[in-house]
């Protein structure tokens, strides 16, 4: 601990180096869940007299955990301007950069892993890149990291003792941890996890016989034993005190850290050749020893678990409860079974074996250039990312990497601890007399133009409509000081009525906040009545999703010195958004602010802007510049994410599975305010017919208003919700009619969609048709089908789906976009456009087309911001179509500058010729008219398929992804590296809103998830084994937008773990429907997969 100006502060490591201005350490999350700010730190062992290197998160590290130790950060292993490290190398020139904010600590992991094993195994390589989190790169997600946060331990003169070597042993995984299991009943200690840097824990055990023990995060206070058993005596748990206090988190699968253990339980525990029934409680664990539960946070308790009979009380997560039952039932199994048994069956002992954690294999398919293009012309070969050594060297500059200003101050905000209520007063008083404060506070007061719209403002005025709701800003000399000043911030309030969280409550209040969108075509009603065979309804749950960008919102506003000029640094996704929100709430012109973008680390819709405004606010009521940037629980608490959808579907087919009537309905959770809930809706009602024709359809979607944060624009904006649901009723068709319904009912020739925009299907059938032979998809299925009927427990399943996704916004004024090109006396040439770089690598391809127009080298040219001041009026990059309307733009620019180079631009000055030029695209021209629901919406489609195959573990929920191969429509790809990258990281992230992204929230509206402890994003361990991506062959389709389409094709896994789940009740003789919600969580999986487990947690009383 250290002392700052009167406060007292946790000194971390990443702090220090944030002071010390290495900022290739990068803060994402603060928890040391996510990797970015990984080190490496190398410390002397005496027992061995070498050098041991660890990689630690810099986040939790305290400096005094250092003395006698050596940091190296990125800056440490290479630099553009001295020298790079082959990993650094390797990693920018393989095309793994997009956003990398996170980039920096995967260099670390693999520069620690080779300074210790300088030839790794597959394994170690796995285990080494386990940890690092990136939103943004070639693949989407983090892979979540092993940590340790401890004081190192002191070097001893023996090694650890092997732990039960003797004994047969089997591994399960729990909660993404290794457990091993015995097979007799002596005394014995379990290896709690593996022997990472020689730490690990034991529980000591004198009385019990340990069968099954899950190692969590906990804290070594308490000593002690476990007691005898008196028949009313309650059972305490005591760990045996080490000397040195440790904190140990584990590598885990976020598939299976999402299964938490139930409130309380009681267990039946061997002793002496009886078994005796003792209530275990969270309360009789004291201290700091508490048992974890889904949806709410905090430590996890380790304990035995020898389950005959249990009794489990309600937990906040009530619903969740008996899965968690079921799941400790299924422990017990499996620590039985085929130890006791030999003779059982092979096909049984699938329960025995663990995922293997594999390094994923994959192939990346596109069409070479014509042999006939100008080896100096780049358009369509991969080139690296513009920036990728940059972010590979910790080089690569984001917002909060800019240096310390003269005068610079800090914000921090207030926010509502109430979903629903009227503020009574707001008490500054504590706050304003802490050291280091700025007077003024910012209110909604001290806003001296617009507070926001009407129904959505920008500091709540009277009353909060959720948790989160920004109430006011305090500023202060530090950061510390701020966040110190909003503890002591008090608001009193009235609770009001009513308080809606789910769409279920809203429907019920009729709390919407738009009216009703409609599409139909054809005679529904009639088509059910006079022309199918079967009908069949159903109901689809689509959870949401958290933007979980690695870089959070941030923003720096110096305000200067004369004419009320600003100049705002900020990571957005629409600066001119922010200049003209600047301008209104701060009375303004717009011509004295200027907006300044040079990269984002990563944003998927959730980056428009809101805290630059309240930094413009304070740095015109200071006259300082403030700094803003909010952690990752604040980010995740005030900012909305991916609208949950509940949908309602019936659908009339024939005995042949061709559709007659399709009947859809559809809400989506908007959130407090309207923001941009009504354009998702029409987004997600337009976009709900896939790939399919049917002739009588109706669509029908309204949005809700709730007591949560508002819900906004994210990557596929309503596309994977809507059709999510689309496709689940194909698949309830082919669960009736066969496999082939997808095909009787695509698109074949061309038509007019149901919004009557005619279009060309031939790419989705040439699609379709590669998918299904690149991943040979009828041969495996005969072989799912062999390995289901050798695994009782394990199960596979297979699926693919089509898609036809529509690329942009349904207005032309959307489309339009500008670019400014300079040419210099010494033939340097300078790009600015309207687009912003969020990692999908628009700078990069518009220096390709750039270089093309000008036939000038990319080595020749630049860019180096985006600002309002140099392209004015810019359009948000989103919707998938920056690098197409930036690139036309591009395109026009080069029609005045056209000429030989180098001797016509020393020609062109002495004659005064002007050496820049604008480029400016009208757009495309879309139109969508709501009353005859008809228009031409969008400017074009791009189409895909992808099949994916699935292992499911019956007894825990957890699959496996075997592999995935995707076919998209986009040969003519400007640069098809970047554009792979785009499809796989989109569809990661999209199997990741269908698999294991879970937002939980307390009865009270306060988000739980809000970090990667909790909140799981997928890692490397779920990228499918073999992920193979192609770009259809000799395709002649223009210039396309590829950075959201691939969201929907994760759903891929999604009902490939439907059809393995629909396998095993088939087994198991139940022929009743079943709807695994989204996304398909282990503890969801597990439940569908109905089996005498799941029996006996039904038929028993467990409840009360």
Known sequence: MTKEKGWRLKLD?????????????????????????????????????????????????PICSLYGAAVTTVEGVGSIKTRLHPVQERIAKSHGTQCRFCTPGMVMSMYTLLRNLPQPSEEQLMGALGGTSDMGKTLHPPEARWEVCLRLPQPTSSQPKRIHTAAKQKKITYKGTPIRLSADFSTET??????????????????????????????????????????????????????????ISTTRNPQEDQVQTSQSSSTSCAKGGRARNVQIKSEILGGDVDLGYPGQPGPAVSWTLCPSHFHINHSPAQSSTNRHLCLILDLNYVSQDGRHFPEISDRFLSALEDFPATVPQGVQRYQSVDSHQALQDPVGRPIMHLSGLKHATGEAIFCDDIPTVDKELFMALVTSTRAHAKIISVDLSKALELPGVVVDVITAEDIPGTNGAEDDRLLAVDKVLCVGQIVCAVVAETEAQAKRAVEETKIAYEDLEPVIFTIEDAIKHSSFLCPEKKLEQGNVEKAFEEEVDQIVEGEVHVGGQEHFYMETQRVLVIPKTEDKELD????TQDPAHVQKTVSSTLDIPINRITCHVKRVGGGFGGKVGRPAVLGAIAAVGTGYPIRLVLDREDDMLITGGRHPLFGKYKVGFMNSGRIRALDIECFINGGCTLDDSELVTEFLILKMENAYKIHNLRFRGRACMTNLPSNTAFRGFGFPQGTLVTESCITAVAAKCGPSVREKNMYKTVDKTIYKQAFNPEPLIRCWNECLDKSSFHSRRMQVA??????????????????????????????????????????????THGGNELGQGIHTKMLQVASRELKVPTSHMHICETSTATVPNTIATAASIGSDVNGRAVMLARSLLKRTWEDWIEAAFEQRIS?????????????????KRE??????????????????????????????????????????????????????????LYTTEELKYSPEGVLYSRGPDDYKIPTITDIPEEFNVSLLPSSQTPLTGLGESGMFLGSSVFFAIADAVATARRERDIAEDFTVRSPATPERVRTACADRFTEMVRDSCLFS
Request: glycine letters at 8%.
């Open 190 to 247: 379990l290896q709690a996890r593996r022997e990472w840097n020689d730490i690990f824990k034991t529980l000591k055990d004198k009385n019990l016989q340990l069968r099954i023990l899950y190692p969590a995060k906990i804290s070594f206070r308490y000593e002690g034993e476990i007691k005898s058993f008196p028949d009313k005596q309650k059972l305490r748990d005591f760990v045996k005190k080490k000397k040195k206090k440790k904190k």
């Open 935 to 992: 228009g031409d919406p969008f400017p074009y489609y791009v189409y895909g398929a992808a099949s994916s195959e699935v292992e499911v573990d019956c007894l825990t929920g957890a699959h496996k992804k075997i592999r995935t191969d995707i076919v998209m429509d986009a040969c003519c790809s400007l640069n098809p590296a970047i554009d792979i990258g785009q499809i796989e990281g989109s569809f990661t992230q999209g199997m990741g």
């Open 568 to 571: 705002i640094y900020v990571s």
């Open 13 to 61: 490591l990443g702090l220090d180096l944030d002071n010390l201005r290495l900022t290739g350490t990068k803060y994402a999350c603060g928890r040391g869940g996510c990797g970015a700010c990984t080190v490496m730190v190398s410390k002397h062992d005496p027992v061995s007299r070498k050098i041991r290197h660890f990689s630690v998160t810099a986040c939790l590290v």
């Open 786 to 831: 062999e390995f289901n009927k050798k695994n009782y427990w394990r199960k596979r399943g297979l699926a693919v789906v089509p898609m036809k996704f529509s690329v942009g916004f349904a207005a032309t004024s959307f489309h339009q976009a500008a670019a400014l090109v300079h040419i210099y006396t010494d033939g340097s040439v300078l790009v």
């Open 915 to 931: 050496l820049s030029a604008t480029g400016y695209f009208r757009g495309y021209e879309a139109f969508m008219d709501w009353e």
